[in-house]
């Protein structure tokens, strides 16, 4: 197994002083890597899934929403397509994606499964961040898991009780004598949660001052003194729990994640310390967007409704054709600003990209409504499709920054 004061240490093993390369990589075969069972070189990471993970993907979807359960086959699905290394850096194994093709890619398997979709985005996004504030040492061992799919990744932040906006965390940091954190608290609607092989978690450490005073502004996310560490999922002290029942997004494996008790070497800091405000604050002008996964659903409705209306000779009727094509203008629409925000042209690419996942989820919240009222009777039983593309719809408008937020997050700068 990995060393204990790297990230690949597992459940059951005993932490030790920093040894002389805590990051090198692991000459074992991790528990990542034995799901993955890959041997020899990596085939190049796709920008796009193939017509057969998208099938597959659509398979899952359907099981996962009657089950509840944890989307295990989707996850396997997503690792074997190698759609993982999306944004991972060509030097690290990775296919190099920008914020275009991600939200691209994220909207073509929202299309089939947007469980799977919310995983995949979530992956990148921790992805990014390690790209961008990860150490030499992260990047050599962390990057190529997440390239080859032998790690997921997910990130915990929420928590109940603090607020969309991260504000008030009761998860803290501690320093160790020995130079390490102890972690402890709980986190609430992680997706992965139980799936993920590494999380990226916030915690508020908060004897640790600012490393600079612009990263104690407050940015309207996330709040001075907090820490981003990434932590194996067989780490002990990390307990997830996947009780949570979510009415949509059900095969998403969103729940709880303990830390208690929870030791980590520094070398588990992503960032300088207490400066997780000001990581999150850049993740906006990505371009990366949830609204990719309201396009996605917003589309699987239209496609429902075409389906539809062919199978009943539909087509014949101008009334139809207009109604299909005042929903497909909305689609293209709220994909329009998607891609927008993804090419990152405007003036200020971070308000874009808030802007795009508010015109994309309610968008994707009013397609299905019509295409629901457009199936009449045959939408109204329990097995059609188009009841899990509401409630997927719903999802997103409540996933961070939830559209509330976002909302705060674009006004904030008014009130100053």
């Known amino acids: 197994m990995g060393s204990a004061d790297s990230l690949t240490a597992v459940r059951g093993s005993t932490l030790s002083p920093a040894p002389p390369d805590p990051y090198a990589l692991d000459p074992h075969m991790t528990t990542g890597s034995r799901r993955a069972g890959r041997a020899g070189p990596l085939a190049p990471a796709p920008l796009l899934p193939s017509p057969e993970v998208l099938?597959?993907?659509?398979?899952?979807?359907?099981?996962?929403?009657?089950?509840?359960?944890?989307?295990?086959?989707?996850?396997?699905?997503?690792?074997?397509?190698?759609?993982?290394?999306?944004?991972?850096?060509?030097?690290?194994?990775?296919?190099?994606?920008?914020?275009?093709?991600?939200?691209?890619?994220?909207?073509?398997?929202?299309?089939?499964?947007?469980?799977?979709?919310?995983?995949?985005?979530?992956?990148?996004?921790?992805?990014?961040?390690?790209?961008?504030?990860?150490?030499?040492?992260?990047?050599?061992?962390?990057?190529?898991?997440?390239?080859?799919?032998?790690?997921?990744?997910?990130?915990?932040?929420?928590?109940?009780?603090?607020?969309?906006?991260?504000?008030?965390?009761?998860?803290?940091a501690r320093r160790t004598p020995d130079g390490g954190w102890l972690l402890d608290g709980a986190k609430s609607f992680t997706t992965s949660a139980g799936l993920a092989d590494v999380y990226l978690v916030l915690a508020q450490s908060q004897q640790e001052p600012p490393a600079s005073a612009s990263s104690s502004r407050d940015t309207g996310y996330g709040a001075a003194g907090q820490t981003f560490f990434l932590i194996p999922g067989e780490h002990p002290g990390l307990l997830p729990d996947t009780s949570l029942r979510l009415t949509g997004m059900r095969g998403s494996a969103t729940g709880f994640v303990s830390v208690r008790e929870c030791r980590v070497p520094d070398t588990a800091r992503l960032g300088a310390p207490g400066v997780a405000a000001s990581i999150i604050a850049r993740v906006r002008n990505s371009?990366?967007?949830?609204?990719?996964?309201?396009?996605?659903?917003?589309?699987?409705?239209?496609?429902?409704?075409?389906?539809?209306?062919?199978?009943?000779?539909?087509?014949?009727?101008?009334?139809?054709?207009?109604?299909?094509?005042?929903?497909?203008?909305?689609?293209?629409?709220?994909?329009?600003?998607?891609?927008?925000?993804?090419?990152?042209?405007?003036?200020?690419?971070?308000?874009?990209t808030l802007h795009s996942k508010l015109a994309a989820s309610a968008t994707a919240e009013r397609v299905v409504a019509d295409v629901a009222q457009f199936l009449g009777s045959a939408g109204y039983v329990e097995t059609h499709p188009i009841n899990r593309f509401g409630r997927d719809a719903r999802a997103v408008a409540l996933m961070g920054p939830t559209n509330d937020l976002c909302k705060e997050l674009v006004s904030l700068p008014w009130n100053r």
Request: with cysteine.
């Open 55 to 172: 099938s597959r993907l659509a398979a899952c979807a359907e099981a996962a929403d009657r089950s509840g359960e944890p989307d295990r086959e989707a996850v396997a699905v997503l690792r074997e397509s190698r759609l993982l290394a999306l944004v991972v850096p060509k030097s690290h194994g990775g296919a190099g994606a920008d914020a275009v093709a991600l939200n691209s890619c994220v909207e073509q398997v929202a299309s089939v499964n947007a469980s799977a979709a919310i995983m995949l985005f979530q992956h990148c996004a921790v992805t990014s961040r390690i790209v961008e504030n990860g150490t030499p040492a992260q990047h050599c061992e962390v990057l190529t898991k997440l390239a080859g799919g032998q790690w997921l990744a997910a990130s915990a932040w929420s928590e109940s009780g603090a607020g969309a906006d991260k504000k008030n965390l009761s998860t803290q």
């Open 287 to 352: 371009g990366a967007t949830l609204g990719a996964v309201a396009v996605g659903i917003a589309q699987a409705a239209l496609d429902a409704a075409h389906q539809h209306a062919a199978r009943r000779g539909l087509y014949a009727h101008q009334a139809v054709r207009h109604r299909l094509v005042d929903l497909a203008t909305q689609v293209e629409t709220a994909r329009a600003v998607v891609e927008r925000a993804g090419r990152r042209t405007s003036a200020d690419p971070g308000l874009t």
